[in-house]
C-alpha cells in the first residue's frame, strides 16, 4: 500500500523545509537512489561520487524534511545511519476547507460483520444466495460465513459491532448519526407485535425503538427471490442521532446521553450494541436487514459529522 504525505498551504514550516529539501538535485539524486534499496551515508557518498562529510548533510536535510526514515546501526567501525524511503507520493493541496462547513466521516457496516452476540430461537442468519447454516441455531452464528449475512433474526438477546475511529488527532465532535432498517422477530410474521430494541455505544445507553410489528404483509422491495413469502419481509429505518443535548431516535428524544460522555481513540475501536433488553416491557425480538433485504439499500451506516 501506498506511503501518501498530503500536505495543504496550512502546513507552511513543512512545506518551506519540503522545498529547501527538494531544491537540491544531488538531494534529489539521493531520494532516487532510496527508491528500492536502503543505504548509510558512507555508501550514499560512494555511489554520488561526493564527500562523506557532504551526503552528511544533505542526508540529515531530507531527514529534516521528513522525507527519509534514518536508523542508527551498530557497524563494524562504530556506528553508521541507515537511510530508507518514507513516502511513495507527496500531495500538496493548493485549496483549504471552509471552516464553517461541517465534515463528515461516515463508514457502513455489514449486517453479518458483527463481533459478537447471544440469540435466542427463532432465530437465524441468511445471505443473498440462501440460509447459512440452520435455523434455530444459535451455534450458526458464529460459522464463518455470518460475514456474509444480509439479514438475522433472533427472539432476544443481542448483536455488537466494533467500529473504527479513524482520527489520529483530536477532532470537534458534533453528532453521530447511526442508521439501520429492523423489526420485530416472532414465528412467521405478526403485524402487530411490538418489541424494544434498544442501542448503546461504547456501553453508554442511547435509547429504546418500539418496533411496531414483524412486517410480512408483503414482500421486501429488495428481498431475493427465494426468500419465501409468508416470514419476515422488511423493516423499518431507525435513525438514532448523538449530539451535545442529548440521544434522539427518529427525532424524538431518547436518552441524556450525549456527546460529552464519549471518549474516542484510534486504538480501540467503537462498541455498538442492538439489543433486546431482558428486562423490557416488550421482549419481541429483532430482524435487522442489509443492503440485499427489506426496503432499504444500506447496511447499518455510522455517520460523524465533525469540525478540525
Known amino acids: 500500500m501506498a506511503k501518501i504525505l498530503d500536505l495543504n498551504l496550512e502546513d507552511e514550516t513543512r512545506l518551506c523545509a519540503l522545498g529547501t529539501a527538494l531544491s537540491s538535485p544531488v538531494r534529489i539524486q539521493i531520494l532516487k537512489l532510496l527508491y528500492y534499496n536502503s543505504y548509510n551515508v558512507a555508501e550514499i557518498a560512494e555511489e554520488l561520487q561526493i564527500p562523506t562529510s557532504s551526503a552528511a548533510v544533505y542526508v540529515r536535510s ?84 455470518h460475514y456474509s449475512a444480509q439479514i438475522l433474526w433472533t427472539c432476544g438477546g443481542f448483536v455488537s459491532y466494533k467500529i473504527p475511529w479513524k482520527f489520529n488527532s483530536p477532532v470537534h465532535l458534533k453528532r453521530i448519526l447511526i442508521t439501520f432498517e429492523a423489526c420485530s422477530e416472532t414465528f412467521n410474521y405478526k403485524e402487530d407485535w411490538p418489541s424494544d430494541i434498544s442501542i448503546s455505544l461504547d456501553g453508554h445507553e442511547c435509547g429504546t425503538w418500539r418496533s411496531p410489528a414483524d412486517h410480512g404483509i408483503r414482500r421486501g422491495k429488495l428481498n431475493p427471490n427465494w426468500w419465501a413469502s409468508g416470514s419476515t419481509q422488511y423493516g423499518e429505518l431507525v435513525t438514532l442521532e448523538i449530539s451535545e443535548d442529548g440521544c434522539t ?43 440485499g433485504f427489506g426496503d432499504y439499500e444500506q447496511d447499518i451506516s455510522i455517520s460523524f459529522v465533525y469540525s478540525d
Open 62 to 145: 531530507l531527514e529534516a524534511a521528513g522525507l527519509i526514515n534514518t536508523k542508527i546501526q551498530k557497524g563494524s567501525r562504530g556506528s553508521m545511519k541507515i537511510c530508507s524511503r518514507k513516502y511513495d507520493n507527496i500531495n500538496v493541496a493548493l485549496t483549504s476547507d471552509d471552516p464553517n462547513v461541517d465534515k463528515v466521516y461516515s463508514i457502513s457496516v455489514p449486517i453479518g460483520c458483527y463481533s459478537d452476540c447471544k440469540v435466542i430461537p427463532t432465530c437465524g442468519i441468511a445471505s443473498e444466495k440462501g440460509i447459512i447454516g440452520q435455523d434455530d441455531r444459535p451455534d450458526t452464528f458464529f460459522l464463518p460465513e
Open 249 to 291: 431516535i427518529n427525532g424524538k428524544p431518547s436518552c441524556s446521553t450525549n456527546l460529552h460522555d464519549f471518549s474516542f481513540c484510534s486504538e480501540k475501536p467503537i462498541t455498538l450494541r442492538i439489543e433486546n433488553k431482558p428486562d423490557a416491557e416488550y421482549v419481541g425480538g429483532f430482524n435487522l436487514f442489509g443492503k
